[in-house]
T-cell receptor, first 114, second 113 residues
Framework: NAGVMQNPRHLVRRRGQEARLRCSPMKGHSHVYWYRQLPEEGLKFMVYLQKENIIDESGMPKERFSAEFPKEGPSILRIQQVVRGDSAAYFC????????????FGQGTRLTVV | GDSVTQMEGPVTLSEEAFLTINCTYTATGYPSLFWYVQYPGEGLQLLLKATKADDKGSNKGFEATYRKETTSFHLEKGSVQVSDSAVYFCALMLQGGSEKLVFGKGTKLTVNP
């Protein structure tokens, strides 16, 4: 059973470009969480999705950021018109059901905006 | 709001030394508490957890006890190894909501041979 898969592992974008980060949850997991880790900081919650639904997006910036988890395929975190401050590590976690106290993390995507 | 405060790092120890990393929390309800470990260039791995007061989580020689009276969940290990060098994150999760994790800032541990 493969773990949570994130790709790409490293992504470099110029200011103003779009960044797409992908997360394939563990098999059988239908709940996905995205977190952002800024340099020298802990992880901050961004968004919680279940298949085809956004459950909690209270941590998402109001502009330029969006997330989806379609019926088929991976979850996508999309950042439009990236700025230097978006440079961070973005981690995805998955769990099999609501109320599960253990989430499994991917290895993260390190986004660098130049 | 809900928050986690853990001791500032970095922490540098010699092999076989005793480790304590302090963690305290503020929460509006009754959280589950976690310690995650992040090795260089890797994602987070769950190290241990406790879901109610007085529970003790343990794994790989690490342990932490959920203390409701002091709102603490300090991580301890009796004898650290070089392979324990990593960043350690304390976190909480409130049940019944979206079950998002709230993390501390992390404590970097370096163990020298």
């Amino acid at each position: 059973n493969a773990g949570v898969m994130q790709n790409p592992r490293h992504l470099v974008r110029r200011r103003g470009q779009e960044a797409r980060l992908r997360c394939s949850p563990m098999k059988g997991h239908s709940h996905v969480y995205w977190y952002r880790q800024l340099p020298e900081e802990g992880l901050k919650f961004m968004v919680y999705l279940q298949k085809e639904n956004i459950i909690d997006e209270s941590g998402m910036p109001k502009e330029r950021f969006s997330a989806e988890f379609p019926k088929e395929g991976p979850s996508i975190l999309r950042i439009q018109q990236v700025v230097r401050g978006d440079s961070a590590a973005y981690f995805c976690a998955s769990s099999p059901r609501r109320g599960n106290t253990e989430a499994f993390f991917g290895q993260g995507t390190r986004l660098t905006v130049v | 709001g809900d928050s986690v405060t853990q001791m500032e790092g970095p922490v540098t120890l010699s092999e076989e030394a005793f480790l304590t990393i302090n963690c305290t929390y503020t929460a509006t309800g009754y959280p589950s508490l976690f310690w995650y470990v992040q090795y260089p260039g890797e994602g987070l791995q769950l190290l241990l957890k406790a879901t109610k007061a007085d529970d003790k989580g343990s794994n790989k020689g690490f342990e932490a006890t959920y203390r409701k009276e002091t709102t603490s969940f300090h991580l301890e290990k009796g004898s650290v190894q070089v392979s324990d060098s990593a960043v350690y994150f304390c976190a909480l999760m409130l049940q019944g909501g979206s079950e998002k994790l709230v993390f501390g800032k992390g404590t970097k541990l370096t163990v020298n041979p």
